[in-house]
């Protein structure tokens, strides 16, 4: 490194200068190298250690000075006339200074100009061979960062002379870029710490501050010649804020400013300070930094390095869009649209965001057209609307949501209202897996809405199934109707049982884990491979949804084998890993695995035995059915007939194999055998030919004597749906009203099954005479059913408000249940009520232990009404305590993220509480949501409410991915 050495070849003391009165600009470095047998205050015998990286530093908040006035100097730009990337070396009248400002530009880059080093080098140069009024030193070190930015700091001999000819010019920051460029943070190829150390110890008596931080670079590297103590550490970091403080006062170099800021932020040589570090910062980019003031609005609006704050974020994105940065343009507009600030202006924010349309924003696209949808309560201008749903589509933003809410716009009435058009939304939505766009499709080839196109089933077929198929629970609905009425499809009994089960349990995991078992169940009876191959695809999903049952069931398959998966050891410990690192409840699945090991090849006595410990004294239709397997050891004390019908029942419900199916239909035979009706026609059912009109006469010929029999009877012909199965279905009914007479029991059965569709859905209103008669003799549970008829407009002059006194006359006697109907009507929308009678229902029904499970979908709902005003005037505090007592017993992550920024935000009242909100967050992540997950990760990498710890942060970064994926 001889050009070093020349470099500090010359002798020329300046201990008698004071280091505020050099001017850096015109020192040369010869006047300061002799200083460079080593570093100023250096206690060689101290070497540093970890721990002495970081120290604390006062925080020294801004002077209150107008910053303005005195930045104003450097914040002037100089205009950009000529198009000097086309410019070739021909004379100019440009000032020199503003030549060398706008080389410095291209050099670096700008809000305005990309960076161009080309560009910076041609006006460099003509500065050299033409204007004789600029300084060499100042000129060569331009040329020299021009060089660096060039090469990207890549290791060059044009680097190196580039800066060795800065420096015999006498540019002091020169000997602190070459100290960096060979110094501890370059990579190793071209480190010698040692020159570094006497271009640094130089160039900080010359008074360069970036100097002065090297120095502690050095030290921080743990070599005995280069250590500081702490206290010289800090010494050294004051003195260098205190000077550039003088500068920015006295000099008016504001690039200060950030520098100061950053030294706060980024933890490299004072330990981290934000709140000082975002008022320097903020200054910096008030004075007109567009980039450095968007850049702090999305921190400040996300909570990263500073904490959440809404009002700051908007003020400094309203800066950074007034210089023409289209995506704060964006957040401006969202928050004046939304009422986010203060003083909120709808127009203003209309302003704002068709900016950043023009500047090409997808996001702003979507905005708008939710906007003139009217979706955040604004007006309603369907033609804008349209226009900027399709601009969005086009855009690629969130395509299939875009162009399902033109779809659902352009089927409103209203001057777009267009079903042909609407319809080739939803089919191209449908086409990138919106399941909702290919219900509507389906529902327009369904209704013959569109002129001159008759209804097509077999594609409105095909787009249900997609709906279904893909979770949407309305069309698998609608796939039931169809097959149970013969809608446009072949009358299919079964086909539509299966669509409806799958309607029900769409959404539940624990749902999912039922069907999948009795696709099984079915499948291995009929050894139909399709059909178990649904039913493991079913308990995968259920298991992957956090069902214990499916997870313990599916890990049991790959431990053991079993009918219809094998063996499979790797998958085995992949899923007990996989329990293990997530928020599932881990006893309980172990417990439901070990239950499924233990009595996998278990004899009848050790059966028995679990059933006494288990189940005690209680029925056997009591028993918890995770011991399912053992209901076979209880066939041989059973001998009524309706106990085997009910054991059978359970054999079929959680069994999961062949051998217990065929056990069911032994018990099953038996019951028959007896004389018990309903396993006479369970039998028939089961049977290969199903249900036949010839089978079921059969059983009606060999003697019915109960309301109960008569009506299953009546309800198996009914799903024939023959004209002969209908003639017996009607014979069958009358019989039942003839057993019945004044029987109010019976006649309560006969009301129970026609509401509960045993002779199809289109017969439901025939239930209200039967309830009506049973309860004018005595009977009290019709009230239940009638009222909700009314509620639910089955009977003919349904009142809801009849309805809902019903209820409510039942709630005051102190039915809780009543009560709880009640509330389930109120959080569907179907009853108007107000917070002081939800409450008072809520007490009534949170003292009934049963009813407690079905509380927290009730009060999500209940909250979400709630956030509409749908009762009266928006309490947003009451509405939180309804998602906290949602919470208590809840494991839904999407409820504990809606809370956790409830209380980030301070929403709805609610006073902002970073740590309770950052708790929730916590939550929502232990519960398996992926974003919670990644924003815990940041909070503990930067230490944002939680302390600041980096193995958790990696930890939770990596359950993020896991989740994601």
């Known amino acids: 490194?001889?050009?070093?050495?020349?470099?500090?070849?010359?002798?020329?003391?300046?201990?008698?200068?004071?280091?505020?009165?050099?001017?850096?600009?015109?020192?040369?470095?010869?006047?300061?190298?002799?200083?460079?047998?080593?570093?100023?205050?250096?206690?060689?015998?101290i070497a540093a250690s970890k721990n002495e990286k970081l120290f604390d530093v006062i925080g020294i908040l801004p002077p209150d000075l107008d910053y303005k006035a005195l930045c104003e100097r450097d914040s002037v730009r100089v205009p950009l006339i000529t198009d000097w990337e086309q410019w070739n070396g021909e004379k100019t009248d440009r000032k020199s200074d503003d030549l060398f400002k706008i080389a410095r530009e291209y050099s670096k880059g700008s809000d305005r100009v990309f960076a161009d080093p080309e560009t910076a080098s041609k006006i460099l140069a003509y500065l050299e061979t033409n204007r004789h009024d600029f300084e060499v030193a100042e000129l060569r070190l331009a040329q020299a960062e021009n060089v660096l930015n060039a090469q990207k700091d890549a290791f060059s001999q044009e680097v190196i002379d580039s800066l060795q000819q800065a420096i015999d010019a006498g540019s002091v920051k020169a000997a602190t870029l070459m100290a960096r460029y060979i110094g501890p943070e370059a990579p190793a190829n071209r480190q010698n710490l040692e020159e570094a150390a006497r271009l640094y110890a130089a160039a900080a008596r010359a008074g360069n501050l970036e100097a002065e931080q090297g120095l502690i670079t050095l030290a921080n590297t743990g070599r005995p010649e280069f250590a500081?103590?702490?206290?010289?550490?800090?010494?050294?970091?004051?003195?260098?804020?205190?000077?550039?403080?003088?500068?920015?006062?006295?000099?008016?170099?504001?690039?200060?400013?950030?520098?100061?800021?950053?030294?706060?932020?980024?933890?490299?040589?004072?330990?981290?300070?934000?709140?000082?570090?975002?008022?320097?910062?903020?200054?910096?980019?008030?004075?007109?930094?567009?980039?450095?003031?968007?850049?702090?609005?999305?921190?400040?609006?996300?909570?990263?390095?500073?904490?959440?704050?809404?009002?700051?974020?908007?003020?400094?994105?309203?800066?950074?869009?007034?210089?023409?940065?289209?995506?704060?343009?964006?957040?401006?507009?969202?928050?004046?649209?939304?009422?986010?600030?203060?003083n909120a202006s709808e127009q203003i924010g209309e302003d704002y965001l068709l900016k950043a349309a023009e500047a090409e924003v997808p996001k702003a696209y979507e905005v708008l057209a939710k906007y003139y949808r009217g979706s955040y309560g604004h007006r309603f201008q369907p033609e804008l609307a349209a226009k900027f749903y399709e601009k969005a589509a086009a855009a690629g933003e969130k395509r299939e949501e875009m162009l399902y809410g033109l779809g659902k716009l352009l089927m409103l009435d209203t001057p777009v209202y267009d079903p042909k058009r609407a319809l080739a939304a939803f089919e191209a939505s449908a086409e990138l897996g919106h399941d909702g766009a290919a219900r509507e499709a389906a529902n327009l080839y369904m209704r013959e809405l569109i002129p001159g196109q008759p209804a097509d089933y077999v594609k409105a077929v095909r787009l249900y199934r997609f709906a279904a198929i893909s979770g949407d629970s309305a069309a698998a609905r609608t796939l039931s109707k169809l097959y149970r009425c013969g809608e446009g499809l072949p009358y299919k009994h079964d086909?539509?049982?299966?669509?409806?089960?799958?309607?029900?349990?769409?959404?539940?995991?624990?749902?999912?884990?039922?069907?999948?078992?009795?696709?099984?169940?079915?499948?291995?009876?009929?050894?139909?491979?399709?059909?178990?191959?649904?039913?493991?695809?079913?308990?995968?999903?259920?298991?992957?949804?956090?069902?214990?049952?499916?997870?313990?069931?599916?890990?049991?398959?790959?431990?053991?084998?079993?009918?219809?998966?094998?063996?499979?050891?790797?998958?085995?410990?992949?899923?007990?890993?996989?329990?293990?690192?997530?928020?599932?409840?881990?006893?309980?699945?172990?417990?439901?695995?070990?239950?499924?090991?233990?009595?996998?090849?278990?004899?009848?006595?050790?059966?028995?035995?679990?059933?006494?410990?288990?189940?005690?004294?209680?029925?056997?239709?009591?028993?918890?059915?995770i011991f399912a397997q053992t209901f076979a050891a209880k066939a041989s004390t059973v001998n009524e007939a309706s106990d085997q019908f009910q054991l059978a029942h359970n054999l079929l419900e959680t069994g999961a194999n062949q051998a217990t199916t065929l056990e069911a239909l032994d018990l099953l035979e038996e019951s028959a055998d007896e004389g018990y009706v309903k396993a006479k026609i369970d039998l028939v059912r089961f049977s290969s030919k199903g249900y036949t009109v010839d089978a079921l006469a059969e059983i009606g010929q060999e003697g019915v004597c109960s309301v109960r029999d008569a009506l299953a009877l009546a309800s198996a012909f009914s799903e024939i749906g023959s004209d002969e199965a209908n003639a017996y279905r009607?014979?069958?009914?009358?019989?039942?009203?003839?057993?019945?007479?004044?029987?109010?029991?019976?006649?309560?059965?006969?009301?129970?099954?026609?509401?509960?569709?045993?002779?199809?859905?289109?017969?439901?209103?025939?239930?209200?005479?039967?309830?009506?008669?049973?309860?004018?003799?005595?009977?009290?549970?019709?009230?239940?059913?009638?009222?909700?008829?009314?509620?639910?407009?089955?009977?003919?002059?349904?009142?809801?408000?009849?309805?809902?006194?019903?209820?409510?006359?039942?709630?005051?006697?102190?039915?809780?249940?009543?009560?709880?109907?009640l509330l389930r009507f109120i959080s569907q929308g179907k009853v108007n009520s107000n917070f002081d009678e939800i409450e008072m229902l809520l007490s009534q029904v949170r003292a009934i232990p049963d009813l407690q499970s079905e509380l927290t979908p009730l009060y999500i709902k209940l909250a979400d009404l709630s956030t509409k005003g749908k009762f009266g005037d928006s309490n947003g505090p009451q509405t939180v305590s309804l998602l906290l007592d949602a919470?208590?017993?809840?494991?839904?992550?999407?409820?504990?993220?809606?809370?956790?920024?409830?209380?980030?935000?301070?929403?709805?009242?609610?006073?902002?509480?970073?740590?309770?909100?950052?708790?929730?967050?916590l939550k929502a992540a232990q519960a398996g949501d992926r974003t919670a997950a990644e924003r815990v990760a940041r909070s503990y990498e930067f230490g944002f409410v939680f302390e600041k710890n980096a193995s958790l942060a990696a930890e939770w970064d990596e359950k993020a991915n896991f989740l994601q994926e």
């Open 730 to 821: 009607d014979d069958w009914l009358a019989r039942s009203n003839d057993i019945a007479k004044n029987d109010p029991l019976a006649a309560l059965d006969i009301g129970m099954a026609y509401w509960k569709g045993a002779f199809g859905e289109d017969h439901k209103q025939q239930a209200e005479p039967y309830l009506v008669k049973s309860l004018e003799l005595g009977q009290e549970k019709p009230l239940f059913i009638l009222a909700e008829g009314h509620i639910k407009d089955v009977w003919a002059d349904s009142d809801p408000e009849k309805g809902a006194k019903i209820y409510r006359d039942l709630a005051a006697s102190g039915r809780a249940n009543a009560a709880y109907s």
């Open 228 to 342: 500081m103590t702490v206290a010289e550490k800090r010494a050294r970091m004051t003195n260098v804020l205190n000077r550039m403080i003088q500068e920015i006062v006295n000099e008016g170099t504001c690039s200060y400013l950030s520098q100061i800021g950053n030294l706060y932020l980024l933890e490299k040589y004072i330990t981290k300070q934000n709140d000082v570090a975002l008022a320097w910062l903020r200054i910096q980019a008030q004075l007109g930094d567009g980039v450095l003031a968007e850049l702090l609005g999305r921190r400040l609006k996300l909570g990263r390095f500073f904490d959440y704050n809404q009002e700051k974020s908007i003020e400094l994105f309203k800066i950074a869009a007034e210089k023409g940065r289209p995506k704060a343009m964006l957040e401006v507009g969202q928050a004046h649209i939304k009422s986010l600030i203060a």
């Open 1 to 45: 490194m001889d050009f070093l050495r020349r470099a500090l070849s010359v002798s020329f003391s300046t201990e008698a200068l004071p280091a505020t009165a050099v001017s850096l600009r015109r020192l040369a470095l010869t006047t300061v190298c002799a200083l460079g047998v080593g570093v100023t205050g250096v206690s060689p015998s």
């Open 495 to 625: 086909v539509s049982e299966t669509w409806m089960d799958k309607a029900a349990f769409l959404g539940s995991s624990e749902s999912m884990y039922e069907l999948s078992q009795q696709m099984l169940r079915s499948g291995m009876l009929k050894h139909d491979a399709k059909m178990m191959a649904r039913g493991t695809m079913l308990l995968r999903r259920a298991a992957h949804d956090g069902s214990a049952k499916a997870i313990a069931a599916l890990a049991f398959a790959y431990e053991k084998g079993t009918e219809y998966l094998p063996a499979d050891p790797e998958r085995y410990d992949q899923l007990i890993a996989y329990t293990l690192r997530n928020p599932f409840d881990h006893q309980k699945i172990f417990r439901e695995l070990a239950v499924r090991r233990f009595t996998k090849d278990m004899n009848e006595a050790a059966r028995l035995d679990i059933i006494k410990k288990t189940a005690g004294e209680l029925q056997i239709t009591d028993l918890d059915p």
């Open 887 to 921: 919470a208590e017993k809840s494991a839904d992550p999407e409820l504990f993220r809606r809370l956790a920024e409830i209380y980030l935000n301070g929403q709805m009242g609610i006073d902002r509480d970073l740590e309770s909100g950052m708790e929730w967050m």
